[in-house]
Structure formats: C-alpha cells, structure tokens
C-alpha cells in the first residue's frame, strides 16, 4: 500500500496569518474557472463579454463560499457548530458541502442573469464546464487536510495512515477513525476518497463536459449533463467513502447523505437532458458578438 505523506498543511505562516493548502485550492479552482470562461468567451460565435465573465466568476466565488459553508452546517455540521459556534468561521479546518455550494451558485446565477438581462439557463450551460478542475482541486486540499478518508481496504493503490508522525489536523482525524473501527494501535489502511473524488467528480467531469460544450448544445442539456456526470460519481464514491460520523447510513445501512443529495441531481439532470433534446431550443450563449453588442 502507499504510505500517507506527511504534507503540512500549512503552506507558510506570518504572525498570526497562515496560508493553508486548502485556501489555496480554492483560490486555483477560481482562477481556471476564469480563464477557462474567458477562452470560451472569446470564440467568434459567443455572445459573452470579458467584463461579463469576470463579474460572473465573482458572483459564484461568492456562492460557493456561503452556499458550501452553510450547506455544510446544515447537511454535516450542525452537532458541531451548536457546541463550538467559532466553527462556523474556521473554514480552513475544511467543512464545505458541494450540494450547499451548488444551491449558492444557483442563487448566484439568479441575481447575476437579473442584472445582466440574460437567460437564466443559458449562465447555468455557460458555467457547467467550469467547476471541474476547483473540484479536483478541493479534493487534493481535503488529502493535504487528512480528510474525508475511506473505508478500510487491502487493495494495493490504498493508503497507510499512521498518525504518529503526521501534522495535528491529519493525525486529530485518523485518530478519530481508529476509534471508529476500534483499530489499537492505530494504523490505518483505507481508500483515499478524495483523491478519487478528485478525478471522477473533478477531472472526468471536466474533460465530459469541456468536450460536450465545444459545439452548440439546446438550452440547459450542459448542465443536465452536469448533474448527472457528477450525481453518479458521488454517488458511486459515497460506497468506499465513511460517512460522517454524526451521520452515518441514513438507510438500510448503506445509504448515506450524500447518496441522498445526489440521486435528486441525477434524477433532475436526466430531466432537463430529456426536455432539452425535445424543445431543441437554441442556446443564447452563442451567436455573433456584433449581435450580442447592438442587443
């Protein structure tokens, strides 16, 4: 098996400031939903402007942050912030929920379609490539962060986890699930979760839905496939991943709260998908910039 690496999460510290590898995945995960948005904003068919794109990236910053945060408190973390409220504010030990994040974005999206006059939908399609590569990202910072770990295994692409000589958040964690499996001494051999998180639900997901969108597709098929691409790898992960411990299975003890949010995303994404295909009805993110100017 691989042997966890010992990585301090902290990439460096000024004073009281420190700068943490699991900021800095999110900041990445910003920075190439931007530059990726402004590659498609400057194809001759788009109708979007640079300015556009970069007050839309500010506004799902935005969503993903208080949406993540919150939906995290409201599907994981409420046990914890009830007897430690500063919880609530200490991002940087992780708790950030996708589904929570996603309703955020979708909040976002509103207001932003509001002000600028445009389609709803067509943002939803414009945005849907873009979170793959923060996904990964994310997923890497909770590995860094010795986080959301999976369960025990001996497959050989596994990892050993021994707390001694890790850094005090990793350790604090995989001392927790020794507890859990009733591992003495404490040794973990589990899967890593995220990193697979990483690549289905951030890479695959990417490389699916940059492909899917280099051609005009109906209104709202993008982000039907969206939903479902990602709906399926959580809920495919979510059965080598150990659920929260203030969780557990939910139902018939395996059916976890992840399984639980992302079967309605599938369920809806097969929906828009299907009705997208049928209406057939032209995405306004495409068109020529002179058009979408004099408009």
Known sequence: ???????????????????????????????????????????????????????????????????????????YGGEQVVADPLTIIRIWEGGMSFHGGLIGVILAVVVFARQRQRRFADVLDFLAPLPGIGIFAGRIGNFINGELWGKPTTVPWGFTVDPAPL???????????????????????????????????????????????????????PSGLFLIVYGVCRFAVEFVR??????????????????????PMIVFGVILMA?????????????????????
Not at 177 to 203: I, K, M, N, T, W
Not at 242 to 263: A, H, K
């Open 1 to 75: 098996m691989i042997p966890y690496p010992a990585i301090d999460p902290i990439i460096f510290s000024v004073g009281p400031l420190a700068v943490r590898w699991y900021g800095l995945m999110y900041v990445i995960g910003f920075a190439a939903a931007w530059w990726l948005a402004r590659r498609r904003a400057a194809r001759a068919d788009s109708t979007w402007q640079p300015a556009d794109v970069d007050d839309l990236i500010f506004f799902a910053a935005i969503g993903v942050i208080l949406g993540g945060r919150l939906g995290w408190i409201l599907f």
């Open 275 to 295: 009705w997208a295909y049928r209406s057939q009805q032209a995405s306004g993110n495409y068109g020529t910039k002179q058009l979408a100017t004099a408009s």
């Open 242 to 263: 150990v659920p929260d411990e203030n969780r557990g299975y939910l139902l018939f003890n395996w059916v976890t709260m992840g399984q639980i949010l992302s079967l």
């Open 167 to 221: 850094y005090p958040v990793q350790a604090a964690e995989a001392s927790r699930l020794c507890q859990r499996f009733g591992l003495d001494p404490c040794v973990l051999h589990v899967h890593a979760s995220q990193l697979y998180e990483g690549l289905l639900e951030g890479l695959l997901l990417f490389v699916v839905l940059w492909l899917f969108t280099r051609t005009p597709r109906p209104r709202l098929a």
